[in-house]
Each structure stands twice: as C-alpha cells, then as structure tokens.
C-alpha cells in the first residue's frame, strides 16, 4: 500500500469554486516552474461552498513545498 501526502487550501462562499480553480491554476504553474516530478494539484468539491485545492506526492517532497506555500492544511492519503 502507498501513501500520499496532501497539501490542502479551503475555500468557503459562494465563490468558493472559483477560488478553488483559480488557486490550483497557480499551484499547477509552482509545479511546472519548479519541474517538480510525480506531484499532482486539484481540485474537490467538499460542499456547493466549500471547495479545496490540493497537491498531492510523496511526503517527503511535500515537506519541503509545504515551508515555501505555507497550505492551511495537510493530509496522508492511504492508496
């Protein structure tokens, strides 16, 4: 089994989603800028106003992302 590590940012209101996509657009270019290999970035709908964007790896490479982002949260991901 593997596990994942999550670097999560929460989004609430009625324009929680856009938000959401907004924030994960940026997180996608840090990824791309950096070359920062087998690390994902979405999105998830946890209620109509509440939405999160989060990046996803291995927890070693997350920790070191996390000092420089600075998420409001973090998770691990059991696959």
């Given at each position: 089994m593997s596990t994942l590590h999550r670097l999560i940012w929460d989004f609430r209101g009625p324009e929680a989603q856009h938000f959401a996509k907004h924030h994960a657009k940026h997180l996608r270019e840090y990824?791309?800028?950096?070359?920062?290999?087998?690390i994902s970035c979405d999105i998830q709908e946890l209620t109509p106003m509440r939405w999160i964007a989060y990046m996803q790896g291995e927890k070693q490479k997350m920790e070191s992302i996390k000092s420089i982002l600075k998420p409001q949260f973090e998770a691990s991901i059991k696959l």
């Open positions: 990824i791309n800028m950096e070359k920062l290999e087998d």
